[in-house]
T-cell receptor, first 111, second 111 residues
Framework: AAGVIQSPRHLIKEKRETATLKCYPI?????VYWYQQGPGQDPQFLIS???????DKGSIPDRFSAQQFSDYHSELNMSSLELGDSALYFC??????????FGPGTRLTVL | DQQVKQNSPSLSVQEGRISILNCDYT??????FLWYKKYPAEGPTFLIS?????DKNEDGRFTVFLNKSAKHLSLHIVPSQPGDSAVYFC??????????FGTGTSLTVIP
């Protein structure tokens, strides 16, 4: 069965650069969630989208923005990167308020 | 291919009784496992973890059991409380600090 796809799997950036992470949900899933997991920390909910509209917002910094496109894929844009942004970024998808299926994550390293 | 599986999408338990949530994995290289709890519209909350060198870890009402030979772990909640009603995810740590999540089990504790 198709799973959640995230790209890239690994990304290395320097401070003050910009990064874009992509998430392709499971087909027919209409909800996408983004999480950030720092080293040794629990995942932190960032933001979610339902039917291409922002549905919930967590601890997402102002330097980050995200959107869900007409094909339901989502992109997380991160600007003015800081060392503390180095983390594993998970995307999950669901069909409405149902079980979330997590992607493999994108590991972002900011140097 | 799903490397961490939670074959029961839902579970209902009477308040005060034991809840047992199960998780199976396929990769024998996984050496660290976690359980997360998630309420609707919130990010996952870390519950309890276990290293592969142990077969049991207990924290209050929560106990996780690991059977490496069977590639199986379970979370026991006793006594179950209505506030425990949530979706529970197990996750396994693979190489490169990549967490593989199960698909979740929705627990309902009936008062």
């Amino acid at each position: 069965a198709a799973g959640v796809i995230q790209s890239p799997r690994h990304l290395i950036k320097e401070k003050r650069e910009t990064a874009t992470l992509k998430c392709y949900p499971i087909p027919r899933h209409d909800t996408v969630y983004w999480y950030q997991q720092g080293p040794g920390q629990d995942p932190q909910f960032l933001i979610s989208f339902y039917e291409k509209m922002q549905s919930d917002k967590g601890s997402i910094p102002d330097r980050f923005s995200a959107q869900q496109f007409s094909d339901y894929h989502s992109e997380l844009n991160m600007s003015s990167l800081e060392l503390g942004d180095s983390a594993l970024y998970f995307c999950a998808s669901s069909q409405g308020p149902d079980t979330q299926y997590f992607g493999p994550g994108t590991r972002l390293t900011v140097l | 291919d799903q490397q961490v599986k939670q074959n029961s999408p839902s579970l209902s338990v009477q308040e005060g009784r034991i809840s047992i949530l199960n998780c199976d994995y396929t990769n024998s290289m996984f050496d660290y496992f976690l359980w997360y709890k998630k309420y609707p519209a919130e990010g996952p909350t870390f519950l309890i973890s276990i290293s592969s060198i142990k077969d049991k870890n207990e924290d209050g009402r929560f106990t996780v059991f690991l059977n490496k030979s069977a590639k199986h772990l379970s979370l026991h909640i006793v006594p179950s409380q209505p506030g425990d009603s949530a979706v529970y995810f197990c996750a396994a740590l693979g190489t490169g600090n990549q967490f593989y999540f199960g698909t979740g089990t929705s627990l309902t504790v009936i008062p």
